[in-house]
C-alpha cells in the first residue's frame, strides 16, 4: 500500500515540475523537451531525486505505446491538402534520407573510431530520424511561421520516417547478433517493401473503418476519444501481430480519421492532443530516469564525434540529394537540414540494442546526442529562420 501510494505520488510530482520546467523554458528560451528530459535525470539515481530505474524492457514498451499515440495524433493534425502537396520529398526524406543519413553517420564513425562496420550502421540507424514532437514543439514555441510546402514537408517527414529507422535498427542489432554477419541485401529489402506495404495498408483501411463506426456508432459523447484511442491501438497491436508496421499504420489512419467530418470531431482532437502530451511527457521522463549521468563522462568523446558528423554532414547530405529535383531553394534545403532535430525517437531505438545485451553504450551516446541536437538547433533555429529568410510573412 504505501509504496501504491509512493508511486502515485511521484508520477503526479513528475509530471507537474516537468509542465513547470515547459514553463520556465518558454522564458528561457530553452527547447521544451530538453526541459522535460532535464526533469527525469534530476529525479534519476545520481540526480536529487535518487530513483533507481533502469528496466529496458518496460521503458521499450511504455515508450512504444507513447509513440503510437504521438503518431496517431500527428495524423489526426495533418492536414490532407498539405501531406498531398508535400508526400513525394517527404517520402524520399523518410525513406532514402534515412538511409543516406545512416549511410554518412557510419562511414564517419568508420572514419574516426575504432568499431565495426555493422555497428557504426547501427548508430547510424538510431540517429537516422527526425522527431515530430521536437520538430514542431520547438517551431511553436519559438513562433516560427513558415512557408507551407516546408511545413508541411518537415511535418510529413517526421510523421512517416520512424518506421525506416526502426526497420534499420532491428535490422543491424539481429545482424551483430549473427556469428557469420552475413547480409542478405534482397531479404532485407523485401521485409521492408513487406513491413510498409502491410502498415501502409492496415493503416487506410483501418482510418476507413474508425470513420465508418464513428459515424454510425451511439455513445455517450465522452466515449467517442476513447473509442478512437482504443481503435488506434488495436490497429497498432494487430499491424505490428501481422508482421506490418504499427507506427506507420496509426499515423495513416490518423490520417484518415482527422480529416473526415464527424460528430464530436472536435472531442476527439482535443481528447487525442493531451493525451499525446502526456505521452510525450512521459516517454521523456522515463527515458531522463534511466541516464546516470556520471555514466556519461566516459561517452561524450565518442557521442559528440557522431553528433558533428549527423549535425553538420549527414542530415545536410541526406536534404540536398533527396530534394534535389524539388522547386526548393538552396536556402530551404538548409534550413530543413538544420531544423532536423533528434528527440525522443534515438533514445527510444538505442534501448533495443541495449535489451538484445549487445556490447557498447548505446543508450548513453544516443541520449548526449539528441542534447547535443537539442542545445545546439534548439537554441538557434530562430537565428537560422533570419539568416536565411524561411519564414512566412503573416497576411494583414
Given at each position: ?62 515508450c ?69 514532437a ?51 541485401t ?10 510498409a ?10 482510418g ?22 482504443a ?78 558528423v ?51 553504450d ?10 547535443c ?12 529562420a ?11
Open positions: 500500500m504505501e509504496f501504491t501510494n509512493q508511486f502515485i505520488f511521484f508520477s503526479g510530482l513528475l509530471l507537474c515540475l516537468a509542465i513547470l520546467a515547459g514553463i520556465a523554458s518558454n522564458r528561457t528560451g530553452a527547447p521544451l523537451l530538453l526541459a522535460f528530459l532535464a526533469v527525469g535525470v534530476l529525479f534519476g539515481e545520481d540526480g536529487p531525486g535518487g530513483i533507481v530505474f533502469n528496466d529496458m524492457s518496460l521503458s521499450y514498451s511504455v512504444s505505446l507513447a509513440l503510437a499515440i504521438i503518431l496517431f495524433d500527428g495524423g489526426i493534425h495533418t492536414p490532407l491538402k498539405n501531406f498531398k502537396q508535400s508526400l513525394g520529398p517527404a517520402l524520399l526524406l523518410a525513406t532514402l534520407g534515412v538511409l543516406v543519413t545512416t549511410g554518412v553517420v557510419a562511414v564517419g564513425v568508420l572514419y574516426f573510431l575504432d568499431v565495426g562496420v555493422f555497428q557504426a550502421l547501427l548508430y547510424g540507424a538510431i540517429v537516422g530520424s527526425t522527431d515530430a521536437a520538430v514542431f514543439l520547438l517551431l511553436r514555441q519559438r513562433g516560427i511561421l513558415l512557408k507551407p510546402h516546408m511545413s508541411s514537408t518537415l511535418e510529413v517527414e517526421s510523421g512517416i520516417n520512424d518506421p525506416m529507422a526502426i526497420f534499420l535498427t532491428l535490422i543491424f542489432v539481429q545482424l551483430l547478433l549473427l556469428q557469420d554477419g552475413e547480409l542478405n534482397f531479404e532485407i529489402g523485401g521485409e521492408f517493401v513487406r513491413q506495404g502491410i502498415g501502409a495498408a492496415l493503416g487506410y483501411a483501418g476507413r473503418i474508425l470513420i465508418w463506426l464513428c459515424d454510425r456508432l451511439e455513445l455517450a459523447s465522452g466515449l467517442y476519444p476513447i473509442f478512437a484511442l481503435g488506434s491501438l488495436l490497429l497498432f497491436g494487430s499491424t505490428n501481430l501481422l508482421g506490418g508496421s504499427g507506427f506507420l499504420a496509426v499515423y495513416l489512419a490518423g490520417l484518415r480519421l482527422g480529416n473526415h467530418d464527424y460528430k464530436t470531431k472536435q472531442l476527439v482532437r482535443q481528447f487525442m492532443d493531451g493525451l499525446a502530451w502526456l505521452s510525450q511527457l512521459g516517454m521523456l521522463l522515463i527515458l531522463g530516469l534511466l541516464v546516470t549521468p556520471s555514466k556519461l563522462i566516459q561517452d561524450i568523446p565518442t557521442a559528440m564525434i557522431i553528433a558533428g549527423l549535425i553538420f554532414l549527414a542530415r545536410p547530405v541526406a536534404v540536398f540529394i533527396c530534394l534535389i529535383f524539388n522547386d526548393f531553394t538552396w536556402r530551404e534545403k538548409l534550413f530543413i537540414s538544420w531544423v532536423g532535430l533528434r528527440g525522443a525517437i534515438p533514445i527510444y531505438l538505442a534501448i533495443i540494442p541495449v535489451m538484445f545485451g549487445l556490447e557498447g548505446y543508450f548513453n551516446i544516443a541520449f548526449i546526442i539528441v542534447f541536437s537539442l542545445f545546439l538547433q534548439g537554441w538557434t533555429v530562430r537565428i537560422a533570419k539568416i536565411l529568410a524561411v519564414e512566412q510573412k503573416e497576411p494583414i
